[in-house]
């Protein structure tokens, strides 16, 4: 069905020539985000008259204006109304199964059951981010994202040709550039499986580099647990050789704090799993 290419060292993998089903949404979802973020851009231009950017108040009661205003909120409505709304429902759906797949021969390959960790989902978190990166005339001077591991299970990530995603080797943290490529998926360990493998598996940083010319768009689907689900090493991984590196932490809890913290780093403490290693 398909090929996977570790990216050295990092535990990222890209997962090459997916089934023909999968390639069609991404494509729909990705013209579709396009589509949606120029019909954005048309309206600041109308609003600012592409010179500078006013307030809701300063516009002027020019009928071109309002007009355009009219047309790109139209567009907008009917963007999130129908076909749209189905193609990325459909392209979550299928997403999801091809996470669910990774999930089952991740356990294999740690010698478990195959639905060893499909009970973890009865209420699952998941979900699917669109990210847009507009061009930066400074990009040495800007991140589109700052470094981090992804929190939750597996992460399947699309993108467009532009690239931008580099992750850090283990060994040494050096960055290395993903080559973009449209037709592959980069799937990303979270920190859950870092957990649940008691370090077995890893959970790569990651970050975004902007460019000086071209926007940039992708597409992730965050693999969640479900909201009360406890994380901690599976108990058939420890022995006396490998005991816990983690304590157990409840999920609901840590992402709820984990995203404050992101959001908000002056005022609050950045929480990320470390603070769970065990003595
Ligand atoms: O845009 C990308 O390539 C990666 C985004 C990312 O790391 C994230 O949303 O967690
Ligand atoms: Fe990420």
Known sequence: MARSRSISGSGIWKYLNHAY???????????FIVFLYV???EELKGV???????????????????????KVKE??????????????????????????????????SLGLPGDRLTGYFKDQTSFLRFNH??????????????RHADAGVI????????GGLQVSRRSDGQWFSVKPNPDAFIINIGNCMQVWTNDKYWSAEHRVVVNSSKERFSMPFFLFPS???????????ISEDNPPCYKKYNWGKFYVARNRSDYKKLQTENIQIDRFKAA
């Open 133 to 146: 990166y507009p061009p930066c005339p400074n990009p040495e001077l800007a991140l589109g994202v700052g």
């Open 227 to 237: 909201h009360e689900v406890n994380i901690e090493p599976l108990k058939e991984l």
């Open 21 to 31: 089903y999968l390639r069609r949404p991404i494509r729909l979802a990705l013209l």
């Open 155 to 162: 992460t399947v990530l699309a993108q467009d040709n532009v």
């Open 48 to 70: 600012g008259d592409g010179k500078s950017l006013m307030t809701q108040k300063d516009v002027p009661e020019d009928p071109v204006v309002i007009k355009r205003r009219q």
């Open 39 to 41: 019909s954005m851009l």
């Open 75 to 108: 567009a907008m409505i009917h963007a999130w109304s129908s076909y749209e709304k189905e193609v990325c429902q459909e392209y979550a759906r299928e997403v999801e199964k091809l996470a669910f797949k990774l999930l089952e021969l991740i356990s294999i």
